[in-house]
């Protein structure tokens, strides 16, 4: 019988970033190490949950999370979380894998609960001392104010869905006429829409770990969009300079480094997060922590691995490994 682990790799999803998902996932398949582990891609859409073997589409058994190929069950060691968005970023399927006792990769349902609320999750980091934009939250339906808006943030604002990523649905407004556009736009995402003070400075990102036991943050990115801000054009198609060290002080680089850390530590994360910073005079404020981060090659958690010298195979080896202990 081969010692080799049977590994599932989730992809694709219920949401707009299914796209970066099918990605990510394909990028962990075809680097992860095939002396050790056995990769076997699952593509989840709504209900049908599937494996391509040979070109035919394999359901997954859904009571045991497990595969009927030619006979043989294959039942998996672990499962490698590759999808942004729901299910695989909100904690869904966290839960249903514990449920079966099988490991994932990435943190616990109630942490990724939270983490995928925004407001919610930069609401409990500032009791913490995290300092993250003013905020305010509208409901689908609820009576919003645009002169009250103006009022308490200024302009401009950035409107964004509360559950989603990928900067789907996010606008930067700077003019009260464009608020309606930008909200309606939101909610197309999600029932939740952030309007979040504009804060003008660096932005920068963090990837964390805690793969060898501790701790440790990846170099910092510093983002550069040629746009207005760091969205799915500049994420995805090459439209931002992305700098690895970013060019911020080492007083401003041990600020982020240490936040990233405490807000890991904080939310009991597990694995491979990012978060996502600005820095305004020498202040980082929190924007987002993401729990699933993209790993496709354009993606920023590659390439902060990749200035300390680790590859893709080794990234993605501790990674399982890690999961599997």
């Known amino acids: 019988m081969s010692s080799l682990k049977k590994i599932a790799i989730v992809m694709g999803?219920?949401?707009?970033?299914?796209?970066?998902?099918?990605?990510?996932?394909?990028?962990?398949?075809?680097?992860?190490?095939?002396?050790?582990?056995?990769?076997?891609?699952?593509m989840i859409d709504g209900k049908s949950w599937t494996y391509d073997h040979n070109g035919e589409k394999v359901e997954v058994n859904k009571n045991d999370f497990s595969l009927e190929i030619e006979g043989d069950k294959i039942n998996f060691d672990g499962v490698f979380v590759a999808i942004h968005g729901t299910p695989g970023e909100d904690g869904k399927l966290q839960g249903y894998l514990d449920l079966l006792k099988i490991p994932y990769s990435t943190a616990g349902q109630l942490p990724l609960a939270l983490t995928f609320d925004k407001a919610k999750c930069n609401a409990l980091l500032k009791q913490y001392g995290v300092v993250s934009a003013k905020t305010l939250i509208f409901k689908k339906?609820?009576?919003?104010?645009?002169?009250?808006?103006?009022?308490?943030?200024?302009?401009?604002?950035?409107?964004?869905?509360?559950?989603?990523?990928?900067?789907?649905?996010?606008?930067?407004?700077?003019?009260?006429?464009?608020?309606?556009?930008?909200?309606?736009?939101?909610?197309?995402?999600?029932?939740?829409?952030?309007?979040?003070?504009?804060?003008e400075?660096?932005?920068?990102?963090?990837?964390?770990?805690?793969?060898?036991?501790?701790?440790?943050?990846?170099?910092?990115?510093?983002?550069?969009?040629?746009?207005?801000?760091?969205?799915?054009?500049?994420?995805y198609e090459g439209k931002s300079q992305e700098i690895t060290p970013a060019r911020i002080s080492d007083e401003e680089a041990l600020k982020v480094s240490q936040i990233t850390q405490e807000v890991f530590y904080l939310l009991n994360l597990d694995g491979v997060?990012?978060?996502?910073?600005?820095?305004?005079?020498?202040?980082?404020?929190?924007?987002?922590?993401?729990?699933?981060?993209?790993?496709?090659?354009?993606?920023?958690?590659?390439?902060q691995?990749?200035?300390?010298?680790?590859?893709?195979?080794?990234?993605?080896n501790a990674w399982v490994g890690h999961m599997l202990k």
Not at 25 to 42: E, M, N, Q, T
């Open 305 to 316: 691995a990749a200035e300390i010298g680790m590859d893709l195979k080794t990234l993605f």
């Open 201 to 235: 400075g660096t932005e920068v990102t963090c990837g964390v770990h805690n793969l060898f036991g501790e701790i440790e943050t990846l170099p910092i990115t510093e983002i550069v969009a040629e746009g207005e801000f760091f969205d799915y054009t500049a994420k």
């Open 13 to 42: 999803g219920e949401s707009a970033e299914k796209v970066v998902s099918l990605k990510s996932g394909a990028v962990v398949a075809k680097h992860l190490d095939r002396s050790l582990y056995v990769p076997y891609p699952i």
């Open 141 to 199: 339906g609820e009576h919003w104010d645009a002169d009250k808006i103006v009022e308490e943030l200024g302009l401009p604002v950035f409107v964004k869905p509360n559950q989603a990523g990928s900067s789907f649905g996010v606008s930067k407004v700077k003019a009260k006429e464009e608020l309606a556009k930008a909200i309606d736009e939101a909610f197309l995402h999600d029932a939740q829409v952030n309007i979040d003070e504009f804060i």
């Open 273 to 303: 997060s990012r978060v996502d910073f600005i820095i305004k005079k020498g202040q980082p404020y929190l924007i987002e922590v993401n729990t699933v981060p993209g790993l496709s090659e354009a993606s920023l958690i590659p390439q």
